[in-house]
Antibody
Framework: QLLESGGDFVQPGGSLRLSCVGS????????MGWVRQAPNKGLEWVSI????????FYPDSVQGRFIVSRDNSKSTLYLQMSGLRVEDTALYYC????????????????WGQGTLVTVSS | VVLTQSPGTLSLSPGTRAVLSCRAS???????LAWYQQKPGQPPRLLMY???TRAAGVPDRFSGSGSGRDFTLTITRLEPEDFGVYYC???????????FGQGTKLEIK
């Protein structure tokens, strides 16, 4: 199970930290990602982090503004978001990769229910 | 790499066959093409990976195929519960990126 939290209403330029707690599996053995979905829109990949945290990647749309990290001792994935924009408004999903390394499988086999981030003035 | 899914919406009757297309703007590896199903108010559910491998619990009515730039998800003998939006997703390694198609909405009449 993946349980996200931390979504909130924030003004443009603000910051927010999302969390995702994994349970029922060996969290430290798997790469993890964030995927977002704007209201009534499609899916957009936001970040990926390897099981050990030594490989991290972002799309250009969030590079330099978002930072993904993980604490395997707490089975928790984080997404620190800063410089938030109206276009960052979305439901943010935490998702599990089936293997430990980025790109070894490169899809998401389990997803959380999401946490909603709203950026507006 | 851009993924273009077609059609945008598909409206079919139970028992018929659905064919969903996903076209990439460049040739991609079959190892890195996946499909998801999403129902309203729910997160996406993995259906298919490495183009043609069904995820755990996915009925054999679902099948995936394709190579190069063109990939297909076929659903035979449609059931009422097959409604939803279907997304294809690819992975590129240089640099690592995950791209999703814009989705195909499947409606069951």
């Amino acid at each position: 199970q993946l349980l996200e939290s931390g979504g909130d209403f924030v003004q443009p330029g603000g910051s927010l930290r999302l969390s995702c707690v994994g349970s029922g599996f060996s969290f430290s053995n798997y790469a993890m990602g964030w995927v977002r979905q704007a209201p009534n829109k499609g899916l957009e990949w936001v970040s990926i982090i390897s099981s050990s945290g030594d490989a991290i990647f972002y799309p250009d749309s969030v590079q330099g503004r978002f930072i993904v990290s993980r604490d395997n001792s707490k089975s928790t994935l984080y997404l620190q978001m800063s410089g938030l924009r109206v276009e960052d408004t979305a439901l943010y999903y935490c998702a599990k990769d089936p293997l430990d390394k980025v790109g070894a499988r490169a899809y998401f086999d389990h997803w959380g229910q999401g946490t909603l981030v709203t950026v507006s003035s | 790499v851009v993924l273009t899914q077609s059609p945008g919406t598909l409206s079919l009757s139970p028992g018929t066959r659905a064919v969903l297309s996903c076209r990439a703007s460049q040739i991609i590896s079959t190892n890195y093409l996946a499909w998801y199903q999403q129902k309203p108010g729910q997160p996406p559910r993995l259906l298919m990976y490495t183009t043609s491998t069904r995820a755990a619990g996915v009925p054999d009515r679902f099948s995936g195929s394709g190579s190069g730039r063109d990939f297909t998800l076929t659903i035979t003998r449609l059931e009422p519960e097959d409604f939803g939006v279907y997304y294809c997703q690819l992975y590129r390694s240089s640099p690592p990126t995950y791209n999703f198609g814009q989705g195909t909405k499947l409606e069951i009449k």
